[in-house]
């Protein structure tokens, strides 16, 4: 019921009906220049936007942009997503034996599929009703009920597959009699702070499409497990694709900087009741990771991964399963996971149980310049000093690092709405201190910043996530511009050539 209820949500939130319109692009005159300034912004297109190519082959799709009235090959990848909102990537189902060890399900998309249709037709009468009282539209229950009947074709474009392209390759608008082909559409970007505008062409070719760009802005090394881009090189522990133990920034025109990351740290502490409340301890050694499928396009990379909990080779019964999606992009990353805990923790664990995790940074950060939403310049030295020791920690959702050599790094947390409900608190995490040792690391002393969560007010199934984004030559006013892409997201729209 609750997946359908998602379908359901989707179908709302894109306002899908059954016969969409889109209004005609200019046809003809003098092109319009861009005047969209975003660079950093990467650029998800689905459902409504993408209504025209339904069902068109995405093989023969290309993506250009105008620029001084010629066209260019704009690096773009389509992504696959099911109804439940899980990308198809290599590799897509999880390996029996890790099924068995991390408690962690996962059906073939058809099992998935027949699954949906039964939930569907077990609770027709319930739409039926909803219907009735003005809730759904009956469109909206027939789109539904198409959605959920239809099998996925890998081979065909529809409602909710993913166009993603970078902000900063969107270039001026053509008149239609420009166009490579009439069978295009017309995907606007535009600012909502400013509403300045970009544009993209999606072009759909009946035979021979040409060749796509050949620029590739991020790919990835599953040996190493490794992730490089023009801008960054971000890797992870042997066999714990969870554990960032490297970021190297890579100044466009400047030398490779040297990795400023010990690592990604989890240290938890949980009384348990059934202990008499005496703490056990665990860390990121504990923990199992696999990654069972990715997928490497030219503007981001998806890679899927299960996570859990062990100690003295068993799986702790109260620790969290955690599937997790990661996005890499040129310039960032983006992570988002499902915590899903066998029990409610607040019957069986007492208070003064947490969670904390962060990033322990090397010695090479030294000089930083560190803010967040509440907390003005500190400085990384390896020493607390008053200011650092009374810091606001309440609700800083975000972090922001300004390095001498004129890199930035900003990460940010995405909250679970249920957790706030809950009153659930994560409150900033900060110790710079080289005295202090914190193993496992790689480097002694911690400069760590990340983010402390009670673990007894956790819902049992909840969903957290965090990015992190790198530029250069920025300063800490400017903060604001990574911010946006999540706080002022870019606007979407799309027309199509007029067909008179």
Known sequence: MKKLLRIACAVMVFSLILFPTFPPAVRAGEETRKT?????????????????????????????ARRDGAWAAVPFQIDKVNPDGDYFINGNT????????????????????????????????????????????????????????????????????????????????????????PDGLEIQATDPLNGRTGWVYCFHFDNDPPPPSESDYVCYDPAADRVISRFMETGFLPGKPMIVNSIIGKPPGRPV???????FKLRIKVNPIILLCAPLHFDENNTRGVTFGYKDGPVRVLRRNVFWIMIAGIKLPFA??????????????????????????????????????GLDFRETIHGARILTRDNTVMII?????????????????????????????????????????????????????????????????????????????????????????????????????????DDSPLVVTSTTADPD
């Open 94 to 181: 999880i390996p029996p034996e890790v099924r068995e060890a991390a408690g962690f399900e996962d059906l073939p998309e058809e099992e998935k599929r027949e699954n949906r249709i039964r939930m569907f037709e077990r609770n027709r009468g319930d739409y039926e009703k909803r219907v009735q009282t003005g809730e759904i539209t009956r469109a909206q229950l027939a789109e539904l009920e198409h959605i959920v009947y239809t099998a996925e074709n890998m081979d065909y474009l529809d409602w909710n597959d993913e166009v993603v392209f970078m902000a900063r390759d969107s270039g001026d608008r053509a008149p239609t009699n420009a166009w490579l082909t």
């Open 381 to 485: 030295d390896g020493t607390m000093n008053d200011q650092e020791e009374n810091l606001a920690r309440s609700d800083q959702d975000w972090v922001a690092g300004y390095l001498p050599s004129g890199a930035a790094l900003m990460s940010r947390m995405i909250y679970d709405p249920e957790m706030i409900a809950r009153g659930t608190k994560m409150d900033l995490y900060y110790l710079d201190d080289a005295s202090v040792n914190d193993p496992p690391e790689e480097e002694n002393g911690q400069h760590m910043i990340g983010y402390a969560i009670g673990i007894k007010s956790l819902p049992r199934r909840y969903h957290l996530g965090f990015e992190i984004f790198v530029a250069y030559d920025f300063e800490p006013s400017q903060v604001q511009e990574l911010l946006d892409i």
């Open 36 to 64: 969209l300034s975003r660079q950093l912004d990467p650029v998800v297109v689905s459902g409504d936007a993408t209504g025209p190519f339904w069902g068109r082959r995405i093989d023969h799709m290309r993506l250009y």
């Open 257 to 263: 900087m040297p990795n400023i990351l010990d690592r």
């Open 320 to 357: 969290p399963r955690i599937g997790m999606w990661f996005k890499f992009y040129e310039n960032g990353l983006a992570a988002s996971s499902n915590l899903d805990l066998p029990f409610d923790p607040g019957f069986f664990i007492c208070d003064g149980s947490t969670f904390t995790a």
